[in-house]
RNA sequence: CGGGGAGUAGCGCAGCCUGGUAGCGCAUCUGCUUUGGGAGCAGAGGGUCGCAAGUUCGAAUCUUGUCUCCCCGACCA
């Protein structure tokens, strides 16, 4: 892509509004504009953040064979009455009226919706386990809306709902999307770590909110330190055979949102492996038995002939909370640091003297070059200055910067910048690209 | 929902107390000079001062109402 072509609408000053880091960056970058309280638009570098984050959230679920569908976000208020939510939930729904004056509500999540889609197709247990997901826009109408996309009243999220036919077999997928969820988030470069937690609104008994160590989290978590340290199960986890042993590896430690926080349990942690901290929630999973199938008689048949309600569990993670969370955990003074995995460009190539022969005709076949090999650079080829394009470039945080002007070129060489570590390397432009070439393919 | 703050040019702000036809920096446009870390000089364009009533000869400024946004708390993924 040419930035002379692309829409990025990078901010010099800060805006006032935001207080921190990621709000404050996703602005300034041109990721995102606020419309409304809580609401904002997804500009084109977002977007494709935002995509990037998606689709390796797609890839991890349906790896640990959940089924992709998509429900809708506008839903009927009876469907809400059934299982007694639509009295429950309170100001946070979004309540509207269509034409024939029936009333209706902005989704803020998908548990009866998709508990009446089981029901009517599901009638045996020999169609068990099921296990669906969707990506979608939902709306909570929070009193106070905050930083930036992290708390947003509109937001993307991706949530998934297992039926199983009892509750061994409800634990069975409730450990499917723990381990996932922790591949999920260490894929996107995020060190995310399983935390008990409460069950609020969804309801349930059995329930873990996977956090983000950050200073500015909005809650108070308290946990052993080796948790933080803990490797991700890695892709190669078999989620047909026994995910237990995984799982109480990770949740053997202490770990706990100031919901349900144990101080006596806590203090039984050793001194110096007690972590007192603030964190991001970016996922959290559920089990709730009967709580919708009960009401809603979502039931199957047994082999014993009798009708029980199948029993549930939901699994969300916050897709475009996590946009804010990575930035969160990785930026400095000069910008954003995107993880490889879920940059919106992998690559900048910053000409440092447009209109210059030489250094134009090395940037277009660099950028032909890597375009070939599928990397998708971002190609700065405005007639900015260079302190200019530096600034941007740092700013919006591309993993490499393939820098070239007329002064290195004079000795046949071009620089090339990592953004994470700042380190430069001189060398052949030939040799920038094969470099480039082995370091983004990975991912 | 309780408490606090703010709406003046695209962004960041001053002006308001003490009413008199609106200003600064950045950005934008033009020209010249510059050209490896958000350039310099000269010039130009751009604002019904959130909205609505009221007071007044006259309102960005005073009064009342209203909308929006932000911050702290409670709540929440």
Not at 323 to 347: Q, T
Not at 377 to 405: E, H
Request: glycine share 8%.
């Amino acid at each position: 892509m040419r930035l002379s072509r692309y829409f990025l609408p990078t901010l010099k000053e800060t805006p006032s509004e935001a207080k921190i880091a990621s709000h404050r960056l996703m602005l300034r970058a041109g990721l995102v504009r606020q419309e409304s309280a809580g609401i904002y638009s997804w500009l084109p570098l977002g977007l494709k953040l935002l995509k990037n984050i998606e689709r390796i959230v797609r890839e991890e679920q349906d790896r640990a064979g959940a089924v992709e569908m998509l429900m809708p976000t506008i839903q009927s208020a009876e469907l809400w009455r059934e299982s007694g939510r639509y009295d429950a939930y309170g100001k946070e729904m979004l309540r509207i009226t269509d034409r024939h004056n029936r009333e209706m509500l902005y989704g803020p999540t998908n548990e009866e919706m998709l508990t009446a889609i089981f029901r009517s197709f599901c009638k045996s247990y020999k169609e068990l386990p099921k296990m669906l997901y969707h990506i979608q826009w939902k709306f909570r109408d929070e009193v106070r809306p905050r930083f930036g996309v992290m708390r947003g009243r509109e937001f993307l999220m991706k949530d998934s709902y297992s039926f199983d036919v009892d509750e061994a077999a409800a634990r069975r997928s409730y450990n499917r999307m723990f381990i996932t969820y922790l591949n999920t988030f260490s894929r996107m470069g995020l060190q995310a770590v399983p935390m008990r937690a409460e069950t609020g609104p969804i309801g349930g008994d059995l329930s873990h909110e996977f956090i983000i160590l950050a200073e500015t989290g909005e809650s108070a978590v308290f946990c052993h330190k080796d948790l933080v340290d803990m490797p991700a199960p890695g892709l190669d986890v078999d989620f047909d055979g026994d995910l237990q042993p995984l799982v109480d590896e990770r949740t053997a430690l202490y770990a706990a949102t100031e919901d349900v926080h144990d101080e006596a349990a806590f203090m039984a942690v050793p001194e110096d492996k007690r972590l007192s901290a603030r964190g991001i929630e970016v996922g959290q999973v559920f089990y709730f038995g009967t709580k919708y199938s009960e009401p809603m008689r979502a039931n199957v048949s047994h082999p014993d002939g009798k009708e029980r309600p199948v029993h549930m569990g939901s699994y969300g993670v916050g897709v475009s909370r996590i946009a804010g969370a990575i930035i969160e955990a990785n930026h400095d003074d000069e910008g954003i640091i995107w993880p490889l995995a879920v940059a919106p460009f992998k690559i900048g190539i910053i000409n440092l003297r447009q209109g210059d022969e030489q250094t134009d005709a090395a940037c277009e076949s660099a950028w032909k070059a890597l375009e070939a090999a599928g990397l998708e650079p971002l190609y700065d080829d405005t007639a900015d200055r260079a302190g200019a394009k530096f600034s941007r470039m740092d700013l919006i945080g591309l993993p490499w910067q393939l820098i070239i002007g007329p002064r290195g070129l004079k000795d046949g060489l071009v620089e090339l910048k990592e953004r994470a570590s700042g380190e430069r390397q001189n060398l052949s432009l030939d040799a920038a690209l094969d470099l480039l070439r082995t370091v983004c393919a990975s991912s």
